[in-house]
């Protein structure tokens, strides 16, 4: 199986800053998506993030908001710019392996972000 | 579109009773993954199981199983003889397995099960 951490595990942030979360996998995966999951919420695709090209966004999010990179096949960053209190939740990196190895689907541990 | 409804938002049992948790889907593609996680209090998301949507067999792992039935979108989750370290949010999951979309879950609202000593 996948192996994935995140950086940071939790984090409390002030009202206008920018945070970045970063997500390593311990092997080269073929898909690496983002999901946020407010209080008491399920989760919400943010993005996918695509290796070497811009990030595919799903309604309701935007890049200006929340830029991703995936500069490799094991690592990507997503940035919660310009925070709201309403940007507090838990912001999962997520990845499928289709390449015959594990084909499935699996989640870090999440980063918690707080705003105050 | 793709829905994934988990009618139950709460469950609550004593420990030793057998839980069922339902999960109803809707998509119009043919080749899909259907999944189950564990949201302990911790926060971590625990990976369950996967089906594809091709493999209607039952599938038993210790004391969780699996119904999986096309004919009625289902694809539910019992867990036999619960135990307090149950306890959790359990949420169900759909993936598409082909095209632009593959990969991308839409998970259901999550049910809240709390196994009482």
């Known amino acids: 199986s996948a192996v994935i951490s995140q950086k940071p595990s939790r984090d409390i942030c002030q009202r206008g800053t920018s945070l970045t979360i970063q997500c390593q996998v311990d092997?080269?995966?073929?898909?690496m998506f983002w999901y946020r999951q407010q209080p008491g919420q399920s989760l919400t695709l943010i993005a996918t993030?695509?290796?070497?090209?811009?990030?595919?966004?799903e309604s309701g999010f935007v890049i200006d908001k929340f830029p991703i990179s995936r500069p490799n096949l094991t690592f990507s960053t997503l940035t919660v710019s310009n925070m709201s209190p309403e940007d507090s939740s838990i912001y999962l990196c997520?990845?499928?392996?289709?390449?015959?190895?594990?084909?499935?689907?699996?989640f870090g541990p999440g980063t918690r972000l707080t705003v105050l | 579109a793709q829905k994934v409804t988990q009618a139950q938002t709460e469950i609550s049992v004593v420990e030793k009773e057998d839980v069922t948790l339902d999960c109803v889907y809707e998509?119009?593609?043919?080749?899909?993954?259907l999944f189950w996680y564990k949201q302990p209090p911790s926060g971590e998301l625990v990976f369950l199981i996967r089906?594809?949507?091709?493999?209607?067999q039952n599938e038993i792992s210790g004391r969780y199983s699996w119904n999986f039935q096309k004919s009625t979108s289902s694809f539910n989750f019992t867990i036999t003889a619960s135990q307090v370290v149950d306890s959790a949010v359990y949420f169900c999951?759909?993936?598409?397995?082909?095209?632009?979309?593959?990969?991308?879950?839409?998970f259901g609202d999550g049910t809240t099960l709390t196994v009482k000593p």
């Open positions: 998509t119009r593609d043919t080749t899909y993954y």
């Open positions: 092997s080269q995966v073929t898909m």
């Open positions: 993030a695509n290796q070497g090209s811009e990030a595919t966004y």
């Open positions: 999951a759909l993936s598409e397995g082909e095209g632009t979309n593959a990969g991308k879950s839409t």
């Open positions: 089906r594809n949507s091709f493999d209607e």
């Open positions: 997520s990845v499928e392996d289709f390449s015959g190895r594990t084909d499935t689907q699996y």
